[in-house]
């Protein structure tokens, strides 16, 4: 398939994340994806943004998230970029919480894991224009 | 999201979801789902053979609930999920402290255990 490319615009609110969705959906309906790649992309995008429109917000500014889909013949690329507080999400632990009772059980923490698990490659920056990008490389094919 | 809560009999309290954990679905969800079972201190089992998404936001929700209902003398066990949807509970070790079952039926023993 040749390399298509796609990107929106939201704000970093719980409006904004639906509408975002909704257009990652309309992308993902219009390709062949299998059900197991499609679930790690929408895994990805549901765990970053929410991460991002949970914790990102600067007091006194508007939240503005920006998705970019890029996809190619074997891989699937999300890039998400946004200008809240700077946080680096590859710098979390990578080990899932082996938790003896639920009383030890970690409440969060979770998602960052389930990207680690869904992605092939996992990168972070600081842009130069003072945002947060998140890059996330998915295999197109299950496995 | 869309949720019945039907009571099985012996204490017992059948959950059957249907839709997307994500976040508005847990949103949509947590609050009810809290209020039938925990006050009770329930012996529930959560059917998840109709929902295709579980997201973190679904993982903490379950786990809030399940450590509720444990300091009531209550228990939840999960059962018949998705392939997809198993991952993600394997993935997370949420099945190493929420009992997760193939059907109803082993799901109710091990919430009776």
């Known amino acids: 398939m040749p390399a298509a490319r796609a990107e929106t615009d939201f704000p970093g609110t719980h409006a904004g994340f639906a509408a975002g969705f909704d257009w990652l959906r309309e992308r993902l309906d219009a390709q ?3 059900a197991a790649p499609r679930y ?5 995008f549901e765990e970053i943004v929410s991460n991002i429109v949970s914790y990102g917000a600067v007091r006194g500014r508007e939240l503005r998230i920006r998705v970019t889909l890029e996809s190619a013949a074997a891989t699937i690329v999300l890039i998400f970029e946004d200008n809240g507080i700077a946080f ?3 710098q979390r632990t990578t ?8 009383e030890e059980a970690q409440l969060g923490g979770f998602g960052l894991i389930l990207v680690r698990h869904a992605a092939r490659s996992f990168t972070y920056e600081r842009t130069s224009a003072g945002c947060n990008r998140v890059t996330v490389t998915l295999q197109r094919a299950a496995g | 999201m869309q949720m ?4 099985a009999g012996e204490g017992l309290v059948n959950v059957a979801l249907v839709g997307r954990l994500d976040t508005p679905g847990v949103d949509a969800i947590e609050t009810r789902l809290t209020a039938h079972l925990v006050p009770r201190g329930a012996r529930a089992i959560v059917d998840l053979s109709q929902v295709a ?6 993982i903490r929700m379950f786990i809030s609930i399940a450590r509720a209902l444990g300091r009531r003398g209550g228990k939840l066990a999960l059962y018949a999920p998705q392939p997809l949807v198993a991952e993600v509970l394997e993935t997370t070790s949420l099945n ?12 109710a023993a091990a919430v009776r255990g």
Do not use: K
């Open chain 1, 32 to 34: 062949e994806l299998g």
């Open chain 1, 40 to 44: 790690n992309v929408e895994l990805v």
């Open chain 1, 88 to 90: 680096d999400p590859c």
């Open chain 1, 95 to 102: 080990a899932p919480p082996h938790a003896r009772s639920l």
């Open chain 2, 4 to 7: 019945q809560v039907q009571d």
């Open chain 2, 53 to 58: 998404f579980l997201g973190s936001g679904g």
């Open chain 2, 96 to 107: 190493d402290v929420v009992p997760v079952r193939a059907d109803s039926a082993s799901a």
